[in-house]
Nanobody, 122 residues
Framework: QVQLVESGGGLVQAGGSLRLSCAAS????????MGWFRQAPGKEREFVAA????????YYADSVKGRFTISRDNAKNTVYLQMNSLKPEDTAVYYC???????????????WGQGTQVTVSS
């Protein structure tokens, strides 16, 4: 089992920045690829970014490419999502997830956190 806890969400003005963190406990964190997904009200959950177990490979949704950066610190069992140049359309609950491979597909992930709210005001 892997337990995931997100933090760092909040309210920010358009153009601002936030850094989300996802702390993992349980089985070996460094053996898992990690992903960030988000879900806005009335919409389906969508892929945001993913990172391989080593951190050597990253993958982004087109909507966040160039603005968001995913990273991980295996010594701290934590994955991060640095979000810059935020837009109102980035408003959503953000979830981190752990799985065996670096994938944009949510069914590929086995473990999920409870989510953290990000609200971007215009």
């Amino acid at each position: 089992q892997v337990q995931l806890v997100e933090s760092g969400g909040g309210l920010v003005q358009a153009g601002g920045s936030l850094r989300l963190s996802c702390a993992a406990s349980g089985r070996t964190f460094s053996s898992y690829a990690m992903g960030w997904f988000r879900q806005a009200p009335g919409k389906e959950r969508e892929f945001v970014a993913a990172i391989s177990w080593s951190g050597g490979s990253t993958y982004y949704a087109d909507s966040v490419k160039g603005r968001f950066t995913i990273s991980r610190d295996n010594a701290k069992n934590t994955v991060y999502l640095q979000m810059n140049s935020l837009k109102p359309e980035d408003t959503a609950v953000y979830y981190c997830a752990a799985g065996p491979m670096n994938s944009p597909l949510s069914p590929e992930y086995d473990y999920w956190g409870q989510g953290t709210q990000v609200t971007v005001s215009s």
